[in-house]
């Protein structure tokens, strides 16, 4: 069974930062890209950001180009998101969701709340 | 960039009548397009990928239609446990993967 569990999400200042991790399982997680997608409260679903699975290939949303930085160890099946510079637009719930089967998303973790907020 | 508009917004449909919900792209995606479903408080699960396959375990109810920028979801009668919010998200050229702003499919 795919488990991915979203963590290190929390309160920060403007300006901040925060480290947001995704222990997968339950795959092959060195095969797979990896994707990290947010949801702000009361809206829709935004992609953020991919990796490919050895790491070669990383897409940011212009959004968070030059503040976000996506980043994986295969080794310990593990996806992560730095965040620099947040900003009270970046509050939102950031989930994990490999791409297996193709270019969707077809497992979610439950997902990580960041409040951008002074 | 791909936009996705989905509409209506709202749609307010009794138990077991038929819903139908729309996605357009504003460039033709081919039949590159997925739709989602979700709850209050939870993640997105999903319902339909290639615009019209059924992923797994997701009821034969829910159907999917349409290729290029017309995109349908169809639910053929609607169970409680169906009202929710609908996003369509195209997959055709990436980055960025598009999602719509989603449809709420409430209660009649």
């Known amino acids: 069974e795919v488990q991915l569990v979203e963590s290190g999400g929390g309160l920060v200042k403007p300006g901040g930062s925060l480290r947001l991790s995704c222990a997968a399982s339950?795959?092959?997680?060195?095969?797979?890209?990896m994707n990290w997608v947010r949801q702000a409260p009361g809206k829709g679903l935004e992609w953020v950001s991919s990796i490919s699975s050895s790491s070669s290939y990383i897409y940011y949303a212009d959004s968070v180009k030059g503040r976000f930085t996506i980043s994986r160890d295969n080794a310990k099946k593990s996806l992560y998101l730095q965040m620099n510079s947040l900003r009270a637009e970046d509050t939102a719930v950031y989930y994990c969701?490999?791409?297996?089967?193709?270019?969707?998303?077809?497992?979610w973790g439950q997902g990580t709340l960041v409040t951008v907020s002074s | 960039e791909i936009v996705m508009t989905q509409s209506p917004a709202t749609l307010s449909v009794s138990p077991g009548e038929r819903a139908t919900l729309s996605c357009r792209a504003s460039?033709?995606?081919?039949?590159?397009l997925a739709w989602y479903q979700q709850k209050p408080g939870q993640a997105p699960r999903l319902l339909i990928y290639?615009?019209?396959t059924r992923a797994t375990g997701i009821p034969a109810r829910f159907s999917g239609s349409g290729s290029g920028t017309e995109f349908t979801l169809t639910i053929s009668s609607l169970q409680s446990e169906d009202f929710a919010v609908y996003y369509c998200q195209q997959y055709n050229i990436w980055p960025p993967y598009t999602f719509g702003q989603g449809t709420k499919l409430e209660i009649k």
């Open positions: 290639g615009a019209s």
């Open positions: 460039q033709s995606i081919s039949s590159n």
């Open positions: 339950g795959f092959t997680f060195s095969d797979y890209n």
């Open positions: 969701a490999p791409f297996i089967s193709g270019n969707y998303g077809d497992y």
